[in-house]
């Protein structure tokens, strides 16, 4: 299988242009690496130290891409609310006690310092959600857990629109979500 990019014209005016190229132009850069490494691999030998290390990088290069495109996938120019009777919003309310304290709960994941994801887990075996800090492509994942909402907090993510103010960019993330792209994740775990 070859993974091909997808296209983010739903990413158009919600950051400036030159940071929405520069993030897909890096998105690109995993898409066509995790292509590498799978090619790359048919090459190797199993069991050779150099097979162990392409193996090894096969899991930052595809969580990149899935990240990406996760995260720009549930992000909209137009505001959007989650609707008062959507599932999503009875199970926040189930485990944070309030949509309002999810919200505050993943916006302060995304305060802490550090580079990487947050996330927005469903534990289908739990029936719960999480707000999970996930500090690289490829460590910290909920094994099993489904990701609903994805947003990056690696500088390259807001550092051209907003320097060093990550609380303005996640700001800017949030009024940007696409709430239907979100439920319908859950919807259809």
Not at 6 to 22: M, P, R, V, W, Y
Not at 69 to 86: A, I, R, V
Not at 115 to 137: S, T
């Amino acid at each position: 299988m070859v993974y091909a990019e997808k296209e983010f014209t739903n990413l158009t005016g919600i950051f400036s242009d030159k940071l929405t190229q520069a993030h897909l132009k890096l998105y690109s850069g995993y898409v066509a690496n995790t292509n590498k490494v799978l090619d790359l691999l048919k090459t190797l030998e199993p069991g050779t130290p150099q097979w162990a290390e392409v193996k090894r990088r096969l899991g930052w290069e595809f969580n990149g891409m899935r990240l990406h495109e996760l995260y720009f996938g549930n992000m909209g120019k137009e505001k959007k609310t989650l609707p008062e009777d959507s599932v999503l919003l009875q199970k926040m309310i189930q485990t944070f006690g309030s949509g309002e304290v999810c919200h505050k709960d993943f916006v302060n994941t995304g305060k802490l310092r550090g580079i990487g994801w947050v996330v927005m887990y469903y534990d289908k075996e739990a029936d719960q959600l999480f707000n999970v800090w996930v500090n690289e492509h490829d460590v910290g994942h909920f094994s099993g857990c489904v990701p609903l909402l994805v947003m990056d907090v690696f500088e390259h993510a807001f550092v051209t629109d907003y320097g060093m103010d990550r609380a303005s960019y996640i700001g800017a993330f949030i009024n940007a979500i696409d709430w239907d792209v979100v439920n319908g994740r859950f919807e259809n775990h």
